[in-house]
């Protein structure tokens, strides 16, 4: 009983979704290592205390998203991006 709910509402809420496709790993890391510059730049042309703070979290977040898709990248064997 509780696998056909399951799989009832799974339906229901995946029926009228489009599908989607993520880019390539290799898309991923490219688009991730120019948020991470991005967000450097943006850093050091900023003045206003409140946005330092912001421009901080936004170099560390888009760092560890970075960090993570290297990981995976590596992981599943793929060794020859520019971007290490």
Same mark, same amino acid.
């Not at 688009?31 to 050091?44: C, D, F, K, T």
């Not at 330092?52 to 599943?76: F, G, P, V």
């Given at each position: $009983?509780? =696998? =056909? !709910?399951?799989?009832?509402?799974? =339906?229901?809420?995946?029926?009228? $979704?489009?599908? =989607?496709?993520?880019?390539? !790993?290799?898309? +991923? #890391?490219?688009?991730?290592? &120019?948020?991470? @510059?991005?967000? +450097?730049?943006?850093?050091?042309?900023?003045?206003? *205390?409140? #946005?330092?703070?912001? *421009?901080?979290? &936004?170099? +560390?977040?888009?760092?560890?998203?970075?960090?993570? @898709? !290297?990981?995976?990248?590596?992981?599943?064997? #793929?060794?020859?991006?520019?971007?290490?």
């Amino acid at each position: $009983m509780k =696998t =056909t !709910l399951t799989n009832f509402f799974s =339906t229901l809420l995946h029926k009228d $979704m489009p599908a =989607t496709k993520c880019p390539p !790993l290799r898309e +991923q #890391l490219e688009q991730a290592r &120019h948020e991470w @510059l991005s967000a +450097q730049n943006y850093y050091n042309n900023v003045s206003d *205390a409140d #946005l330092i703070d912001y *421009a901080t979290y &936004h170099i +560390q977040a888009a760092e560890k998203k970075y960090i993570y @898709l !290297l990981k995976r990248a590596r992981h599943e064997g #793929l060794r020859s991006s520019p971007f290490h």
